[in-house]
């Protein structure tokens, strides 16, 4: 496995902190990333995106969405059951998690919701209008009027 150095980059760039670090942590090998629960991320749409993430076992009241400094936070804590049945095998697992992705500038969650044991967060990017393209209108000068001294 490769490791990459971004000291160049944070020395050679102001304000692009935020994005040094994420590509710092994608590029770093660290096998002890959560896999639990599994998750899908796709693209709904230009602007839209969708994180899906399995909870299965979990009810909408053991979850927790929370958006906080540039990224989504998901968890999840089930209240240990004690209702008397003894498991031959217990596959579905109900442990505590949290899972956590950095969202790009400009994205904001549009809604959260939890169907058929998948818990779906909608994003959206809003692009601020001052970023956004525009055209400038060229102002045309008055037309040049020659005088001539008769």
Do not use: C, Q, W
Not at 50 to 67: C, K, P
């Amino acid at each position: 496995m490769r490791n990459f150095d971004l000291t160049p980059l944070y020395r050679a760039s102001v304000g692009f902190d935020r994005l040094a670090d994420v590509m710092d942590r994608a590029l770093s090998s660290d096998v002890s990333a959560p896999t639990y629960p599994p998750y899908n991320i796709e693209k709904t749409g230009d602007d839209a995106y969708r994180i899906s993430i399995a909870v299965a076992g979990f009810a909408a009241d053991d979850l927790n969405v929370e958006v906080r400094d540039g990224a989504v936070i998901v968890s999840a804590r089930k209240a240990e059951e004690n209702d008397g049945r003894t498991y031959l095998h217990r596959g579905i697992a109900t442990r505590a998690f949290e899972r956590k992705f950095t969202l790009a500038d400009h994205v904001r969650v549009d809604g959260a919701s939890h169907v058929d044991g998948m818990l779906h967060i909608d994003l959206v990017r809003e692009i601020p209008e001052a970023l956004k393209p525009r055209r400038i209108e060229i102002a045309k000068s008055a037309a040049k009027v020659e005088h001539l001294d008769a």
